[in-house]
């Protein structure tokens, strides 16, 4: 067996568990649980409309935006002058893309610590503001910027072709993850719909953002864990 080959039977592991999960919340609705049935004609009429929104709900457009960044710092050569393996050109090239960085930092600050400042909320803190919303994206695409002007400036990225490949080639080379995903989006919206996290105890909006959190990362790590080793064998 190839070493990827194991991969394949994450999406086939989703579905088995989409499969049990409803067997378990119509045997459940039959003895009287306080859980949604899945098999129901209720149920079966979400599971068909539902595909495409349980997918825009999802953690799509961060993994995304996250893969992207993983994938500029190490095509654009900066994870590398991170490292210490440097000559003077890619020196000078950090040093342009820490001042980018760190203007890009101070913007920020300037339009979230000032009086009325554009990035805070209409009560003028960051409580559920634009600024704690958006920050996430924004501070991967401010790392996805730097590295590209890192790889440029080093002579690493030549062209917006070379820029486009580095940004991406990650996504590239993980693509079968999508699939694993896909399949995944529908298991966590069947578990949320379901509400059989309602049966662990009452708190189940912790218990169902944990299994989010790990159904979602699990995945992408092994296939992260995979394509660096492989990278690394085909180095060496």
């Not at 579905?15 to 649980?33: D, E, K, R």
């Not at 695409?141 to 070379?162: C, F, H, K």
């Amino acid at each position: 067996m190839r070493q990827r080959d194991w991969l394949t039977y994450i999406p086939l592991s989703c579905l088995l568990t989409i499969l049990l999960l409803a067997l378990f919340t119509w045997a459940g609705s039959v003895y009287g649980l306080e859980v949604v049935n899945l098999l129901s004609a209720e149920g079966i009429r979400w599971m068909f409309s539902s595909v495409v929104p349980n997918i825009t709900r999802s953690p799509l457009p961060i993994l995304l935006l996250t893969l992207m960044a993983l994938s500029a710092l190490d095509g654009s050569g900066m994870l590398d002058a991170v490292r210490g393996h440097t000559n003077s050109k890619q020196k000078n090239a950090m040093v342009i893309a820490l001042l980018f960085l760190t203007l890009s930092a101070v913007a920020i600050a300037c339009m979230t610590l000032l009086p009325g400042a554009p990035l805070l909320n209409p009560l003028g803190t960051l409580s559920h503001s634009p600024f704690t919303r958006g920050l996430p994206a924004v501070a991967l695409i401010i790392v996805i910027i730097t590295a590209d002007i890192y790889g440029y400036t080093s002579g690493r990225l030549l062209t917006v072709a070379d820029v486009v490949k580095a940004d991406t080639q990650l996504i590239a080379d993980i693509a079968s993850y999508f699939l694993s995903f896909i399949i995944i989006a529908q298991m966590v919206a069947c578990f949320d719909y379901s509400q059989v996290f309602l049966l662990i105890d009452d708190n189940s909006n912790l218990w169902f953002l944990i299994f989010e959190y790990a159904a979602y990362l699990i995945p992408l790590l092994l296939h992260l864990i995979t394509h660096y080793r492989n990278k690394e064998k085909t180095f060496n």
